[in-house]
């Protein structure tokens, strides 16, 4: 392959991831607690020819707004800290995302069934109990409280990637510190941290830079065959 095909490969591959990206933010723009992805790029020299990549796709924690439901069960994170959940196989997941229900068993969960873990692991409310959550994380009724949420956060949160559903996972080396008083919006929701008047700007962007990519294959090919036609 030529350099100048190489190099138009890489800038139309590089583009597309990032296409990808802004497209999953847009489409999440609704679920709470999401947390929008970013992509890097960078320039790689590999003898004397260059082409771009993109090494890493990283998490944007940028806090977002929150939405009043009314719910008593439902709450927001103030500052930083994650909400913890079982995820499917069992591990211990995180999440912004404070829309949470009781199943038919009195748990406390995610829309999604996921459970929403406390200090001692799944929280329950009983038959015929009310639950409440309460500003620093209690899960109440009337016979008095039941459990209490855990909130951790991370000191070195650049080791955290997406695990799906509004999920995220942790590596070891993350920092996950666990916060020993919270203090949560009950009440309130954390919406998505997608705002869509930047994502189409991206958008736009990443478009002229895919077309851009693509003209310079198309123009590169037509050189090569240009080349051979003249020495044949």
Do not use: C, H, W
């Not at 320039?43 to 020819?49: Q, S």
């Not at 000191?155 to 590596?171: H, T």
């Not at 920092?175 to 930047?198: I, M, Q, Y």
Request: charged share 20%; hydrophobic share 40%.
């Amino acid at each position: 392959m030529s350099s100048g095909l190489y190099i138009g490969y890489s800038g139309a591959s590089t583009s597309r991831q990032q296409l990808d990206a802004i497209a999953n933010n847009v489409a999440n723009i609704s679920t709470a607690g999401f947390r929008r992805d970013t992509t890097r790029f960078d320039t790689v020299l590999a003898g004397d020819l260059s082409f771009a990549r993109t090494p890493e796709t990283n998490l944007d924690l940028s806090p977002a707004s929150n939405r009043l439901t009314g719910d008593p069960l439902q709450a927001a994170v103030e500052g930083d800290g994650f909400f913890v959940v079982e995820g499917a196989d069992g591990g211990e997941y995180y999440t912004r995302r404070g829309d949470f229900r009781l199943d038919s068993r009195g748990r406390l969960v995610l829309p999604n069934g996921r459970p929403v873990l406390g200090a001692g692991g799944e929280l329950i409310v009983p038959d015929t109990q009310k639950g409440t959550l309460t500003g620093d994380g209690r899960l109440m009724t009337e016979l008095g409280e039941v459990g209490r949420l855990r909130i951790v956060r991370f000191e070195n949160p650049g080791s955290l990637s997406k695990a799906g559903e509004s999920l995220i996972a942790a590596q070891p080396k993350a920092g996950l510190v666990d916060v020993e008083n919270p203090a949560l919006a009950v009440g309130f929701v954390e919406e998505s941290n997608v705002n869509v008047a930047a994502e189409m700007v991206s958008l736009i962007e990443a478009s002229r830079i895919f077309e851009a990519a693509m003209r310079s294959i198309t123009i590169n090919d037509e050189l090569t065959q240009k080349l051979i036609q003249s020495q044949t």
